[in-house]
């Protein structure tokens, strides 16, 4: 390992140190096909603990605050286009990639083990870092396997 994966890996697991606030299980999930429910995906693992340190639980930060973006002021030959606002408030989980025992897929479940909510991650981003970005929709307020 590189001395900058290194450090990347220090930042990071700083970060989950200081901003980590929820306890999570994550519950592989699979659509057979496009128009169908989705269903318990047996061929990866549900998983609460931290795969790198097993005795360690699954810990993200979570972010349910709204975004907003400006997308600038430009212009088309002599108009002068106005700026557009673009907000989004789905909530967001960010956790180090390597704390998973497989990959995080749109469709899978994440529980909040602390808060009894259940969430479906709808989309996952890589930050380039190291981390990953799960954005998610809420399910329901109580996971019945919690």
Do not use: C
Request: hydrophobic content about 35%; cysteine-free.
């Amino acid at each position: 390992m590189s001395r900058w994966s290194e450090a990347e890996d220090i930042l990071s697991d700083d970060m989950t140190d200081e901003f980590g606030d929820v306890q999570i299980r994550h519950i592989p999930m699979r659509r057979p096909d496009v128009n169908s429910r989705s269903e318990a995906d047996p061929s990866r693992p549900v998983q609460s603990t931290n795969a790198s340190f097993p005795s360690r639980p699954l810990i993200g930060i979570f972010d349910n605050t709204s975004s907003e973006i400006f997308l600038g002021k430009g212009h088309s030959e002599s108009r002068a286009v106005p700026a557009t606002k673009v907000s989004s408030s789905a909530p967001r989980l960010s956790i180090e990639r390597r704390d998973f025992v497989s990959d995080v897929l749109a469709a899978d479940l994440i529980a909040f083990l602390d808060r009894g909510t259940l969430y479906e991650v709808t989309d996952v981003q890589a930050d380039g870092q190291g981390r990953v970005n799960l954005f998610l929709a809420q399910r329901g307020r109580k996971d019945p396997s919690l």
